[in-house]
């Protein structure tokens, strides 16, 4: 026979307070789920403070409220109604008491009553015992982050490009992702450097990525990455996202970094961009193509599409080689752009067929502690003859 | 006493109207196609609930003497021929002179009839062809002659009737018959218990085709005209989503004359070609004109066949002129509606799709504007999409009319008038078969250049398909060379597809080699096929709002959105008078 065992839990918190907490969590709260109690929220109080947390299997994101504890329990809520009725509740102070299976909340003139279930049957967090640890400012760790994401790959059958690879080496923090038809290598060398790691690269998932950058604006303080040998935590203020990692191996990307590129454009970032965004109207949907048309101090964009019509524009660039063109899908090289923060991009190119290199052209010391460097590789489209 | 007799006059006419009159429709078809001799301009055709009790069919046409009408109740007597050479120039729909007899020989038979020249009409009653009474009448001009008890001396007969549901159908299918392919006439048509049919003269053919069909002017059926080598084919053809599984709804007639032709039904069928599967057949009507010398109609005693001089080049005509018309055949009622009229089933609905493409702007064309559609059309709405998305919705500054996925297989959106459904597997193979035709007869596809090639394994067979196939591939996008002994590296694949689906499709089409020229598909034919059934998305597969639209649009912007390349249709619309039907408001 099961004797249910008692539950109690009994605290009070500022809605102001409770709501943020639980915006910060429920976004792991997965849609669909076999299992019940994903669908809930564990809210634990203990002293002075109520941990909350929720996850899909994969990844867990708990955090921190502030609130007046008289007695500590736990019990796990469910988080969409939870979520639903502390937003629409007004800026006061809220009762939570816990009984048994259910959980009461007071406001002043309300009473609401949510039925839950025991907090054993909640998935407990994994423990990330870190053999690597790294600090970093949140602004580099967006940085970071956006100027790779775009290039992980979304196709299944490829997990092990579903995420990007986190890698500390050469006294760098890199993150590298690729799709096969681009790359992108971000990396930096923290102020602080980098305590000498006894283990090399692990790959994070797209949607710990995702949930990262969400949870960053607003941090203050560094950000402490911890990777062990199947997880990741990224510990941001009073949150804590834990992930799982991918298996690898991550594919050899130094070895396909081009080093004969030797065919050098230089051309201003925006302008750039602008005359791609607007060519690229007449692009073929699917393809995006566009040809960029390479002659001294000259690039020309050409975009030209049966039944869709033509745009051509005309760029002032640096370049002295041989004449070149070549195509590429405009979305990939406006997904770069977006990401480089100079004036001005360099861009390497060897033949038609082969890849291109786009990185910032280096600029000035701004002052910035950490050294930042980015570079970009990005497959062609073979022009149709 | 000799075993061999020669048979009673009575007995011979009995046999030989069997062979004229075998159930009630024969005699609706006999006496209509008097009627339709006869100039009339009003055919009214009753029949009872069983229909060999009663039938009775009134016309205005000419009308007969009261000579006439006695005689034609003789056999062979008839005014549309006089010698044999006549038979190779008829344009009358009778000609044997047997009809009337036959009928009045197996039933209770009056006819009333007055010419325009008598004063007078004339009414003649027989009993099992044995005039009984003959009297003037006084009448307006036409004839009507009804038909009772039909075989009442015939048991055999009788009794080989079917059903009087069975029997009332076959009867009503020729009055439809001919009411579609005399649009000119007033028909009425009336059986006991049911609904009578009242179709006023009407202008032409299709609109015809929509009263008779019970269905609005954007049904998707069109009238076709066509004319070669002397032979003149027009009617309506039915949209390939109405197709049916039986040829019941299928109406030929030649010079008038409404027949079946096996050549005929094939060569409808093979107009259609993949745009339906093997065993639908497409509503239609198709109507031959030729000059009679070419038609031998007297093969059939009830003329139901007819036979051509030059089978052949009556097929290729009619398929010709089928397979034209629908090449032309552009899926009206299939526009979305602008938004916020989604509720509203307007009338001129019917402008459609190819208005909307003409004008060039559709709102899907913007959406692919933003972010890559490349990546747009397969991410997960998880992945970047999320911002673009969202960026979309605002940059357009109306609400997005819905595409709904319904259970990771089919499409579902409002459109005007209803509901259109899309197999998304079904129209994305559509899509893509059409363009891997444009690139294998014409210009090279994109081809997006990998950073890691794909290394693929393949059997010696698939080895040599490689070599063969090499340069369709390059021309679909492909870029393989060879990489040791059994092992290709792919370095390029087509860039309007995702690189695992490309994967997939090469695999598939050079599996697929040893079928190649079955069928009398020429290669290119059986590659765009086999590429476009593989690299097309599956069912299964989520798709983000802006991956529905685009396949939406693409599909409608495709020469025949109807069927993908095996000819299983790729959507099905289903008009809101069905559902409200469903739901019983109507």
Known sequence: MITAQEVAMKFSIAQTEFLNALQVVSSAVPTRTTLPVLSNILLEASEDRIEMRATDLDLAISTRAQASVKDVGTLTVPAKKLFELVRKLPREELKVEAKDLT????????????LCIRPEEFPALPSVTADVEASLDPDLLERLIRRTIYSVSTDETRPALNGSLLQIK???????????????????????????????????????????????????????????????????????????????????????????NNKHLRVKRDDFAQALERVSVFSDSLTRQVKLSIRPNRLTLIVQTPDQGEATEELDAQYGSDDLDIGYNAAYLLDILRTVDSEEVDIRLNTPVTAGLIAPTPQGDKGSSAKEDLLCLVMPLRLAS | MPAIRILDPSVIGKIRAGEVVDRPAAVAKELIENALDAGSSLVAVHASSHPERLIRVQDDGAGMSR??????????????????????????????????????????????????????????????????????????????????????????????????EAEIRVLSRVVWNYALTYPRIHWRFSVEGREDTDLPESGDLLERWQVLYGRGSDDGSAAFDHEAGGIHVSGVLGAPEQARASRDHQTF????????????????????????????????????????????????????????????RVFQVVRRAVGAAMRRYVPVGIALPDSGSVAESRPEGAQGYAARREGGSSWTAELETEGSLMLALYAEPAATGERER??????????????????????????????????????????????ARTHLYGGTGTSQVLLFPRVVDLTPEELDALLMLEPHLRRLGYEASLFGERQVAVRGVPASIPE???????????????????????????????????????????????????????????????????????????????????????
Not at chain 2, 92 to 109: H, T
Request: net charge neutral; aromatic share 6%; with cysteine.
């Open chain 2, 500 to 586: 695992e689906a490309a994967i997939d499709s090469l695999k598939a089409v050079l599996a697929s080699v040893d079928t190649l020229g079955e069928g009398g598909d020429p290669p290119e034919e059986h590659i765009a096929k086999s590429f476009a059934c593989h690299a097309a998305v599956r069912s299964g597969q989520i798709l983000n709002p802006i991956e529905r639209r685009a396949l939406f649009d693409r599909l409608f912007a495709t020469s025949l959105p109807h069927g993908d390349p095996h000819g299983r249709p790729t959507y099905v619309r289903v008009p809101m008078e069905e559902l409200d039907r469903r739901f019983g408001r109507r």
């Open chain 1, 103 to 114: 959980l009461n909340i007071g406001s002043k003139n309300g009473r609401y009553k949510f």
């Open chain 1, 170 to 260: 050469d006294d760098e923090l890199r993150l590298v992702a690729t799709d096969g038809h681009r790359l992108s290598k971000a990396s930096c060398r923290p102020a602080g450097g980098i305590p000498s790691p006894p283990k090399g690269d692990v790959i994070v998932p797209l949607k710990a990525l995702n949930q990262v950058l969400r949870l960053l604006p607003g941090a203050t303080g560094p950000v402490r990455i911890g990777i062990s040998k199947n997880h990741a935590q990224f510990a941001i203020g009073d949150t804590t996202l834990t992930t799982k990692l991918i298996e690898g191996p991550f594919p050899n990307y130094e070895q396909v970094l081009p080093k004969q």
């Open chain 2, 390 to 435: 969202g960026d979309v919705r605002e940059s357009l500054g109306e609400p997005e009319i819905p595409i709904w996925q319904l259970h990771e297989r089919y499409l579902l959106a409002p459109i005007r008038g209803g509901l259109v459904i899309v197999d998304q597997h079904a129209a994305h193979e559509r899509i893509l078969y059409e363009e």
């Open chain 2, 253 to 312: 007639a030649v010079n008038g004359r409404v027949v079946a032709s096996a050549t005929l039904g094939a060569a409808l069928r093979q107009g259609y070609g993949n745009l339906l599967p093997g065993d639908r057949y497409p509503l239609a009507l198709v109507l031959i004109e030729v000059d009679p010398a070419m038609v031998d109609v007297n093969v059939h005693p009830t003329k139901r066949e007819v036979r051509f001089r030059d089978e052949s």
């Open chain 2, 67 to 164: 000579e006439d009408a006695l005689l034609a109740l003789r056999r062979h007597a008839t005014s549309k021929i006089e010698s044999a050479e006549d038979l190779a120039r008829i344009r009358s729909l009778g000609f044997r002179g047997e009809a009337l007899a036959s009928i009045a020989e197996v039933s209770r038979f009056a006819l009333s009839t007055r010419s325009r020249e008598d004063l007078t009409g004339t009414s003649v009653e027989a009993l099992g062809g044995a005039v009984i009474q003959v009297s003037g009448v006084g009448r307006a001009v036409g004839t009507t002659v009804v038909v009772e008890d039909l075989f009442f001396n015939t048991p055999a007969r009788l009794r080989f009737l079917r059903s009087r």
